[in-house]
């Protein structure tokens, strides 16, 4: 057993978010394990880039409401308690809502000869305000 030090909190690169999100870089593998960990904060409106994991990724909301959504027009809010799963290699992005702070846990497998995160282009605000009317419908 090995007790993880408090992360350092850091403003994650503009080249791959929308707005100020922030990162507690919880657990980032130990040699045997490549399990990654981050703690992230969405300000309202923020969000990342379109992007996909090789080994799919899960998201664990644990405060506010934030949206996830995929290419091909899927998307929900996110709310404390709710966990989603994104398989290997779908495109989609997650982040607060226009109103409203989101904070979740991203969790995923960087096993592989790749990258885990393969990083694509931001998410215009037509879609963004799509994913809103989206999540609404599915309320």
Same mark, same amino acid.
């Given at each position: ?25 919880? *657990? ?13 904060? *969405? ?10 994991? !090789? ?19 899927? !998307?929900?809010?996110?709310? !404390? ?9 779908e495109q989609h992005w997650h982040g607060g809502t226009s109103e409203t702070m989101m904070c979740h846990y991203a969790i995923l497998d960087a096993a592989g000869d790749g990258e885990a995160t393969t ?16 999540? !609404?419908?599915?309320?």
């Amino acid at each position: 057993m090995q007790r993880q030090p408090t992360p350092t909190t850091v403003k994650t690169p503009a080249e791959n978010f929308t707005g100020d999100v922030y990162l507690d870089p919880v *657990f980032s593998g130990d040699g045997k394990s490549q399990l990654v960990v981050g703690l992230v904060r *969405f300000t309202p409106g923020a969000r990342t880039n379109w992007h996909s994991h !090789a080994n799919g990724q899960l998201l664990r909301c644990t405060d506010g409401t934030g949206l996830v959504a995929t290419r091909d027009g899927r !998307a929900f809010r996110m709310r !404390a308690g709710d966990a989603v799963w994104t398989p290997a290699g779908e495109q989609h992005w997650h982040g607060g809502t226009s109103e409203t702070m989101m904070c979740h846990y991203a969790i995923l497998d960087a096993a592989g000869d790749g990258e885990a995160t393969t990083w694509l282009e931001p998410v215009s605000d037509e879609q963004y305000a799509a994913a809103h009317t989206a999540a !609404a419908a599915t309320d």
